[in-house]
Structure formats: C-alpha cells, structure tokens
C-alpha cells in the first residue's frame, strides 16, 4: 500500500514539475497581420483547438469557414466566434471526414461558392475508441485523421493554386501530434481493425499527415501553395472524452492546467498560417511556434511516395481526377500547379506546338519536364487544350540524363 502511495506521490510531483516547464515554454504567435478579404477554412473550427484557430482568423477580419459533422456544435460554434469578434463573416458547413461522399459534397460547395481560398487548416481528428470500418471501408480514426484529410486538400487545390502567388503563398496546416513519434506506416495493416492499440493507431494517422505534407510538397514544384504541419502539444480539448465523459474529464483538466490550454495549443497552427518565414518553407514541422523536425521516418522518401499512391485509391480518386488536377494552374508565370502542368499564356496552332515538341525531341529532350529555358518557349507555344490532344500529349520533355531519377506525378 505504501509502495503504491508512494508511486502516486512521485508520478504526480514529475506531471506538476514537468507541467511547470511547459507553462513557462509555451510560445505565442505574434503575428499582427491582417487577413481583410482573405478566405480561410478550419476543419473542427467549431470547438477545442479549431475554435481558437477560426476565432483567431475572425477578430483579424478574415471570411471564415467552419466544419463539423454536428448541426447544433456548428451553429453554436459560428454565433460565438461573431460574438467574440463581431465579424459577420463565419459560415458554418455540415463535413463528416468519416464519409468520402460528405468530403466531395463540402468540397463542391466551396469551389462553387468561393473565389479565392487562402488558408486551410486541417485541424479536425478523433481519439481513441474508434475501432471500426465506415462504409467507405476504411479504420474510422484513420478515414477522420488522414484519408478524409487526404482527399479534402486535393479537392481543394485547384482553388489554392489559384489564390496563392509568389511571395504570398496559399497555406495549408496539417495539425499532427507529438504521438507521430510512436507512429507506423504498415501498408498491409493501414485499415486493420482490432489490431492497434488505440494510441498506436492514432499516432499512425499523424505520421501520416506528416508523410503526406513532404510527399505534396515535393509534387506541387510550386511556391503558390505551402503545406506544413505542427504538433500543437499537449493540448486538454474534449478530444480526452473518447475514452468517457468522468475519465475525459479529469484527463483535460489535468492537461490545461499543467500543458496547454486550447489557446495555447492553437498558437503554433496560427503562427504557421501567418508568419512570413514560415510561408517561406513546405513540408516542415513546427512546434511552439518554431520549426523543428518530426521523427526520422517522416523523411523517408519512398515511404512517402508508396502511402500517396495507396492513399489515392483508397479514397477513390480515379486516374480522370488525378490528371485534372495536373490541368489547374495557380498564380505566378510559367508552370503552375503540380508538376506535368503547363500554363497557356499564347495560342497557336496544335501542328505549330508540335514542331516545337519534335524539334526537342531531335536534340535528345524528351521525358517528363522541359529544362528551364525549353519550359518557358512553350508555355507560350501551346495551349492546355492543345496539350491535351493525344498526338501531343503522349510527347515528354526533360533531358534524357540517365543519373536523373523518374519523376513521380500525381
């Protein structure tokens, strides 16, 4: 009984010790900038984190998009972000991340009702406890925290290529966690249910949210569009809950008072939508409002190549969609969006664009991309229309080094 008392004693005085340091560490974003006329989306903005995130977005005069998959939260979550900011620019919209169907429908919504996107956060996620299959045939935590999150970006980027331009980038925030470090990429077991303990599983989604803001970065070729990640730390939200009201309780009072409130978990995911050096980088990792690194299998190259190929088909994207997103261009000149695209600045004729293209082809350029110089010729050679045509299209240009790896396109 004593040993047990004392084990207590000693666990308690290490948490208040430890929860003394991170107070007194906890950094604040301080960015003054102002977001008037910018549009901005934060998935899960309508309570924890996400709300601080979105309330934050308001009060600086942004358009503010929230989405949760609960009317009564949303509704809730939208009226106090105005109240707070009495900034009458807070749309609450219905996405279920749990449902690729409910993903397509939020995401036609804002390409149809929206001009300009320059900001998303991908802050919404689940703990632990979800142990099982949605209909789309994906494990429910990783569908919330990752797949949902995948295909959500990639629906949106069209809209984010077109907002961003050199020097002021669209930003895209993934918030990961400090359990990344205990995260796995198994591809034999990314949707295996009763198999992952549920820490384990979650730290799974995070690694992968990690994998998938190097593997975009590395596709997109472009400075329009930044994707980064944070781990907002130890943060007491109601995300504690999943392991039951009375437990979740205790769990989120213990972590604001000695880690983090929501506030101060919010501030590293602000910082890197905001500050200017960090929309001077993509594909890095935050945490307090600086730029760290995550764990070594983040940068694992090939680990990140396979899980964006696994990830499109378990998302259901079909080789239609994958190649129009190589046909949707954002701000700056020459060659816009992902990789593959060519930007269209003066029309000639097909049979024109195509002696171009043959010409390179006898002075040994052809495989995917042209050099600099044969890129900037004809993207004012051709049009996308013409590029698309078969006798065009099946022609690549990049010089022929053979030291020169492949590619990977969208």
């Not at 990429?185 to 949210?209: D, E, H, M, P, T």
């Not at 070729?221 to 009375?246: E, L, M, Q, R, Y």
Request: aromatic share 8%; charged share 20%; proline share 3%.
């Amino acid at each position: 009984m004593l040993a047990v008392i004392y084990f207590l004693f000693i666990t308690v005085a290490v948490s208040v010790l430890v929860g003394l340091w991170q107070k007194s560490t906890n950094a604040l974003c301080k960015s003054k900038r102002n977001l008037q006329g910018r549009t901005v989306i934060v998935t899960g903005g309508t309570s924890g984190m996400g709300l601080r995130i979105a309330t934050d977005f308001a009060s600086r005069g942004a358009k503010v998009i929230v989405a949760c998959p609960f009317i009564e939260e949303g509704t809730q979550g939208r009226k106090h972000i105005i109240e707070r900011t009495e900034n009458e620019k807070v749309i609450f919209k219905l996405l279920d991340l749990s449902s690729l169907a409910s993903i397509r429908k939020f995401a036609n919504e804002i390409l149809e009702s929206e001009d300009r996107l320059d900001i998303l956060v991908n802050n919404a996620g689940i703990g632990i406890g979800f142990d099982f299959l949605t209909k789309d045939g994906m494990h429910c935590l990783m569908q919330v925290n990752y797949f949902g999150t995948f295909l959500l970006t990639l629906l949106l980027l069209p809209l984010l290529l077109k907002t961003g331009k050199p020097g002021e980038p669209a930003r895209i925030v993934n918030t990961s966690s400090i359990l990344h470090i205990v995260g796995v990429v198994n591809f034999n077991r990314l949707n295996a249910i009763n198999y992952w303990y549920g820490i384990q599983c979650y730290g799974n989604s995070k690694l992968c949210l990690v994998l998938f803001a190097r593997e975009l970065t590395k596709r997109l070729n472009n400075k329009s569009v930044v994707i980064n990640s944070v781990d907002p730390g130890a943060v007491g939200t109601t995300i504690f809950n999943c392991v039951g009201w009375f437990f979740g309780s205790i769990i989120t009072f213990f972590f604001k008072n000695l880690f983090k409130t929501p506030w101060e978990g919010a501030q590293t995911a602000i910082h890197v939508a905001l500050d200017k050096r960090a929309g001077e980088v993509s594909g890095e990792f935050f945490k307090n409002c600086r730029q760290t690194r995550a764990k070594q299998a983040a940068y694992d190259d090939k680990t990140a190549g396979k899980l964006w190929e696994e990830s499109v088909r378990l998302v259901k994207m079909d080789t239609d969609e994958v190649e129009q997103l190589e046909l949707r261009g954002g701000g700056g000149a020459g060659r816009q969006g992902v990789r593959g695209l060519y930007a269209a600045e003066i029309k000639v004729p097909a049979k024109v664009a195509q002696s171009l293209l043959l010409f390179c082809q006898g002075q040994g350029q052809l495989t995917s991309l042209p050099p600099p110089g044969v890129e900037r010729r004809m993207s004012r050679a051709m049009s996308m229309e013409e590029y698309d045509k078969p006798n065009i299209r099946r022609l690549s240009l990049t010089p022929n080094v053979s030291e020169s790896p492949p590619q990977r396109k969208l």
